[in-house]
């Protein structure tokens, strides 16, 4: 088996459509059709990511999507909100929140592998196993953890490889459509605004340690790490 997922829908054809979607990919499953009982089985199965689905009854996805980030046994697994919500208001929410993906109804099965697979490309080591020191900043990917003059930095998966990248190629800019290439992966189906919205995470993140401005905007160009004003 490839890894496994847990999907979150209150909707049983749709989570049978999925089901068989991803067994013929090789992927192993969990179901649940409510936010509660997807806690119950996160705990129990320990997924490698969950295809979550927006609107859910009692506790929302968005909602759930918080408390799963918040909790440090749960937080570093992937989350693709499925959606009837096509806006572009709601897709950014979703991503602010936590969520690394979404994709919206009706998709086809071709397309929900390419973007699990897509995703957890994103989550695997990324590269070197080096220890890496920019200014203050200290990147251990081994032990997959951010110190700021010795401080625990707290950042999400994707934010913390955007870091990686970025202290590991110093004072370059990027495009935001090298960025997706180079730290997403060259075959994700995103947009460019989701480099956007994951370096705010990253510089909120860096900011109670002074180093948001570390991340610069080149403006007309993309994306930059810096210690030079």
Sequence with gaps: MRGKILIVDDEAPIREMIGFTLRRANYAFGEAQDAESALVL??????????????????????????????????????????????????????EIGADDYIAKPFSPRELIARINAVLRRVAPLLTDNLVEVGILKLDPTSHRIF???????????????????MTHPERVYSRGQLLDMVWGNNVYVEDRTVDVHIRRLRRALEPFGCDGFIQTVRGSGYRLSLRD
Excluded: C, Y
């Design 42 to 95: 996160l705990h129990e199965q320990s997924p490698d990511l969950i295809l979550l689905d927006w609107m859910l009854p009692g506790m929302s996805g968005i909602d759930f999507t918080r408390r799963i980030k918040k909790d440090f046994t749960t937080r570093e697994i992937p989350i693709i909100m499925l959606t009837a919500r096509g806006t572009e208001e709601d897709r950014i929410r979703g991503l």
């Design 148 to 166: 700021a003059n010795g401080e625990l930095v707290e950042t999400g998966p994707t934010e913390f490889r955007l870091l990686h990248f970025f």
